[in-house]
């Protein structure tokens, strides 16, 4: 990605490892993104529910990325619409 001008936030998340899932989910539908998280490069993992887990896409690649996560969240849901899941 060229600058953090033409970036925007995709979701925030309160663990890297949820992120990474999203970031993979991403990736596999050709979204190229990244994660920006201030938890010393995953040094200080007890920092990111604080501080939150970005997962960063291109601008021009946000509805595309929302519409991934979305329907991967809506997938989950329909798997198991219970409390105890």
Do not use: W
Request: hydrophobic share 30%; proline share 6%.
């Amino acid at each position: 990605m060229s600058s953090q001008d033409d970036t925007t936030v995709v979701r925030m998340y309160s663990t890297r490892q949820d992120a990474e899932f999203g970031k993979m989910l991403l990736e596999g539908s050709g979204i190229p993104s990244f994660i920006r998280a201030d938890d010393s490069g995953g040094a200080r993992p007890y920092m990111a529910p604080v501080t939150g887990v970005r997962l960063v896409v291109r601008a021009e690649d946000l509805r595309d990325a929302e519409n991934v996560l979305n329907q991967s969240e809506q997938e989950d849901a329909e798997q198991c619409p219970g409390p105890d899941c």
